[in-house]
């Protein structure tokens, strides 16, 4: 099939940005503040020859457009910017560089690592400083033209205080996964196939916030070394899915539509779909990256500079460069990106990669930049889930509890105080009560309420449930850096054998803090967030850092003996939906009851309140709470922790309890009903808490109100 090109390209339009069929042709509008010309190079419908180049008119206010008259959707395409190659200014524009349109919806071609991909010449000894002359135009990444699509319909979105978060990629979820078929495994389809599906409403998660699926490149070591970037927090086409996740993987149409069927068959099942995503840098590296794209069209403008040597890329992110989020035009980038996501592919938020850098001015993070303040008032925006990871990898990125508006926040202070708290590594009841809470020290200001904290135990990044109760040390040498690379010293326990053991009392041991762990994270106040896998026992092996295991360590296990897992995580959830004091919209207040809302009481084992010393105690650390709800004079419901390796004696005193959940599973079975708690019919004023076990209790009766 050939391509009939006119001689002319026609003025065009300054919006949209991007290749949109209009009437009449394809209209192409892009951003560059310091070209001094941009030319629409146009390929045959392989990418294989270019065809004909064309000057875009402009600039009108730093945006080059044109109009291709009489041409429909499918045309392939790229851009080459004209302009200074100034290093030390900030500029390097390379006409010789074929650059990848950031507006591509569709994008063509088979990415390999070549030394042409780079502005400057790799070996000169001026460096990144030198001009290199070759044409990368066959092996670079091409834009296609994409049919118009129509807006899918939104889902129906849950109020965050029903939320329960299931981190997972794509990949990895399906590959080994009983029930997919072979052709599926590892696709988007296998993401909504029927077995899936069932796996998620079983388990009773609500929202599933797939790791990154914008278009991404692994970085040219991992390539080098028969690596890739299998988790995918390397981004270089933002408004299109990764083809790595495709049953058709190598047709960009077929890709677009296996995504929205896969959006619209979740939605269908009742579950909402949540993108991690990666807007704090780009896969162009640092000052010695690949020029692909945005480094060609604009440097100075796409990214932020250091300001006293503009030659250097500021490095918030760790990996090289950081987007100028604080450009306007970057900004609606974004922002035109994100809307994309939610009107023509479904998506019903997003959790933000770094998301300090996007807020980071000239003098540092500010919860009111501009980003935050256009995600805010965006109208289409502004019912989705916005999460942010709260910090970055520079200094003053940390800034958990500062994110505005609706964002709720990764709290990696739960996350450690709860390791702590259940592998006996000194962290006290206080502590781990306010983390238990909802972290009031880091939310409860403003307007913010509980479920701003997204409380979890592991995350993609890190040690997976059982590895984190199998190794006490990482094993990251798979990864090619002996080592080095992943988090030194997580908390975590082999509990006397270092990885895999058959030693009935290791393995009895690792599963009840396992099952303690999941209770805690799926019962505690704010908005839970469980790791795909954790329920099926999976391990990487003692690698916390998979990010490059596009094998069998980074695909998710599907043991069967964890079976009990998946009941406790179901039976959980049950009792956190069925019991509105689990997952309280507002804060809790201490005893006295101060402004008429519900109540926690704190007491000790024997029964007796808190007190200071007794939150200090490095000693002792089991304890009990009790939940009134407000207008109520007794608690509904009490949980008993017992994080040490013995039974301990809890005293309940004259109150009638049913036993409805125990993490140890001794005394109920996960997902039998309640059972009250009597002997002869009396209640029981003792009960004794199994080693490393949390236990809930309700109160079966209606709830007697204070008049």
Known sequence: MSVRLPLTLLPGEAAPFGAHVVEGGVNFAVWSDHATRVELCIFDLDGARELRRYDLHGPEHGVWCGLLPGLDAGLVYGYRAHGPYQPERGHRFNAHKLLLDPYAREIVGRFHWEDAHHGYALGH??????????????????????????????????????????????????????????????????????????????????????????????EAPLARAGLSNYWGYNTIG????????????????????????????????????VLDVVYNHSAEGNELGPTLSFRGLDNAGWYRLMPDDRSRFENFSGCGNSLNVAHPRVCQFVMDSLRYWVEYLGIDGFRFDLASVLGRTLLGFDPNAAFFVALRQDPLLANVHLIAEPWDCAAHGYQVGRFPGRFIEW??????????????????????????????????????????????ITAHDG?????????????????????????????????????????PEVYETRRRVRHALLSTLLLAQGTPMLLAGDETGNSQQGN?????????????????????????????????????????????????????????????????????????????????????????????????????????????????????????????????????????????????????????????HAPETST
């Open 463 to 503: 040690f997976s449930l059982a590895d984190l109760v199998s190794y006490s040390r990482k094993h990251n040498e798979p990864n090619g850096e002996h080592n080095r690379d992943g988090r030194d010293n997580e908390p975590s326990d082999n509990f006397g054998v270092e990885g895999a053991s058959a030693d």
């Open 238 to 273: 933002f408004f299109s899915p990764d083809p790595r996740f495709g049953a058709k993987r190598h047709d960009s149409s077929a890709l677009l539509a296996e995504f929205r069927q896969m959006v619209c068959d979740l939605h269908a099942a009742g579950l909402e779909v």
């Open 125 to 218: 000894p001026d460096g990144a400083r030198s001009f290199d002359l070759r044409d990368n135009a066959l092996g670079a990444l091409k834009a296609r033209v994409a049919q118009p699509l129509s807006p899918l319909p939104a889902g129906r979105r849950l109020p965050v205080s029903e939320v329960v978060l299931y981190e997972v990629h794509v990949k990895g979820f399906s590959m080994q996964m009983p029930g997919i078929p072979d052709a599926l495994r590892g696709s988007y389809s296998a993401m909504a196939h029927p077995a899936a599906i069932a796996h998620f409403k079983a388990l009773g998660i609500t929202t599933l916030a797939l790791m990154p699926v914008q278009y991404a490149l692994s």
């Open 544 to 700: 916390n850092n998979a990010y490059c295991q596009d094998n069998s360590i980074g695909w998710l296990e599907w043991a069967a003996d964890r079976r009990a897992t998946q009941d406790l995580i179901g039976a959980a959830l049950r009792l956190r939906a069925n019991q509105p004091l689990l997952r309280h919209a507002s804060w809790f207040t201490d005893a006295a009851g101060h402004g008429g809302s519900a109540r926690v009481l704190w007491r000790t084992p024997n029964g007796t309140p808190m007190q200071i010393h007794d939150w200090h105690d490095h000693e002792r650390s089991a304890f009990a709470c009790e939940l009134i709800a407000a207008g109520a004079t007794q608690p509904q419901v009490r949980l008993l922790f017992n994080p040490e390796a013995s039974p301990c004696s809890f005293v309940l005193g004259e109150t009638d309890w049913a036993l409805s959940l125990d993490s140890s599973a001794e005394y109920l079975a996960f997902g039998a009903a309640a059972i009250p708690i009597l002997v002869d019919s009396r209640p029981v004023t003792h009960l004794s808490v199994p080693a490393r076990s949390l236990l809930v209790l309700v109160r079966p």
């Open 411 to 456: 709290n990696d202070r739960f996350r450690d105080a709860v390791r702590g708290y259940w592998l006996r590594r000194g962290v006290t009841r206080g502590e781990f009560a306010r983390r238990f809470f909802a972290s009031s020290d880091l939310f409860h200001h403003g307007q913010r309420l509980p479920n701003a904290s997204v409380n979890f």
